[in-house]
């Protein structure tokens, strides 16, 4: 059962419940054009990733900015997506099993629908489905570039499911996915450069070997928010797929520009409210923020604008804040922020988006897409 929100419309900031999921909307707001206008400034369309925000409300403003559509990993948040009026999916990802590939050509009889391959068996199981509901998908083969995940090794083999893609009366071959999610956060700036340089030459040798055997391929999609300057300058891409540039979180802001500075080119607009619950003793603070309301796999939240404390330890319900000497005491009752280690787990823990602007809640979202992982 999803929770009622934990804020009215109207409501100042510091009367939220916690933990809460705020978004500040002017940084936010100024995330989104910038991505968008740097995605057109490189001659790439933008499909931002809505596996990071989960939500059709914000889907609908990256559109409204001039994305081409959106993409997500599962099945269940393109058909939450499609739900809430996003009319171009883009499944970047694998999708087995007979249940699921009858859900996703359905799906593909409600709106514009593509999916990844790199298996015959399963680009089989994807036409027959099709044909039977008389249903038409655009199918991209995945290539490995570099993550060691999901993807066809050899050019060959992407030549061998792009034919029969094309010999598939429902389906349309409609480009190659490339995606190296590795290299989003290496942190030095020349190492991430140099992992899509070589994910570039990937791409241009599996193109090559398509264009030789007679078979057009009319688009790469892939980039992330920590590379996408990279692919843009290679020329090798022709979308994007960053998602997490509209929130930020602390392991992102951990990246290396090219003047050795933190990576700074978006805002952070994402925290967690928390209250503290707890002072049991000088230099420690216990907060209602632990894992349940904050992801740790890429780290411990850190502390907003409060630079002498650290977050140093979490339970379910429990975060345990140190104090350094020149802080402020914190008292039972006071609010902070938190900015999340990693973004995407984090918004899958929650059921609404408060949405700040001016110490003011502007809006309420639903995190519509919460749970949606099957």
């Known amino acids: ?6 804020a009215e419309i109207g409501m100042p900031v510091d009367k939220v419940d916690t933990p809460a999921l705020l978004i500040e909307m002017a940084p936010f707001e100024r995330n ?15 499909r931002p990733h809505a596996k990071m925000h989960k939500s059709p409300e914000i889907a609908a403003l990256q559109i409204a900015l001039g994305a081409a559509g959106q993409c997500c990993q599962k099945l269940s948040e393109a058909e939450v997506l499609v739900e809430g009026g996003t009319e171009d999916v883009f499944v970047s990802n694998q999708v087995v099993g007979v249940r699921k590939i009858e859900r996703l050509v359905n799906l593909a009889n409600k709106a514009k629908i593509s999916v990844c391959v790199d298996d015959q068996t399963n680009l089989a199981e994807l036409s027959t489905a ?16 570099g993550s060691g995940r999901c993807g066809v090794r050899h050019s060959q083999d992407a030549v061998t499911l792009a034919r029969a893609i094309d010999q598939s009366e429902h389906l349309t071959f409609a480009g190659l996915q490339a995606y190296h999610g590795g290299a989003q956060h290496i942190r030095e700036h020349t190492k991430r450069r140099a992992a899509i340089m070589s994910a570039a030459d990937k791409v241009r040798a599996t193109k090559a070997a398509l264009d030789s055997s007679g078979i057009s391929c009319s688009k790469v999609t892939g980039a992330g928010t920590g590379s996408f300057e990279f692919e843009g300058e290679t020329g090798a891409w022709d979308e994007f797929q960053c998602g997490s540039y509209a929130f930020m979180d602390a392991d992102y802001g951990r990246n290396l520009m090219e003047d050795g500075r933190n990576f700074t080119t978006f805002e952070q607009s994402l925290f ?9 003793e000088d230099g420690l603070a216990v907060i209602d923020a632990g894992l349940k309301a904050i992801a740790v796999d890429s ?23 140190t104090l350094g000497s020149g802080t402020p005491l914190l008292s039972v009752g006071d609010k902070i922020r938190l900015v999340p280690g990693h973004c995407d787990p984090t918004v899958n823990l929650h059921d609404w988006y408060v949405c700040v602007r001016d110490g003011v809640v502007e809006n309420v979202w639903p995190i519509a897409a919460r749970g949606a992982v099957f």
């Open 130 to 145: 099709a044909a039977t509901q008389a249903a038409n998908l655009d199918v991209l083969v995945e290539i490995d570039v």
């Open 272 to 280: 967690v409210l928390a209250t503290v619950m707890s002072q049991p």
């Open 1 to 6: 059962m999803t929770q009622p929100p934990p």
């Open 299 to 321: 780290g411990y939240a850190v502390p907003h604008d409060l630079p002498d404390v650290e977050y140093v330890g979490a339970s379910d319900e429990h975060g345990k804040l």
């Open 32 to 46: 989104l054009r910038l991505m968008a206008d740097r995605a057109r400034e490189l001659g790439v369309a933008l």
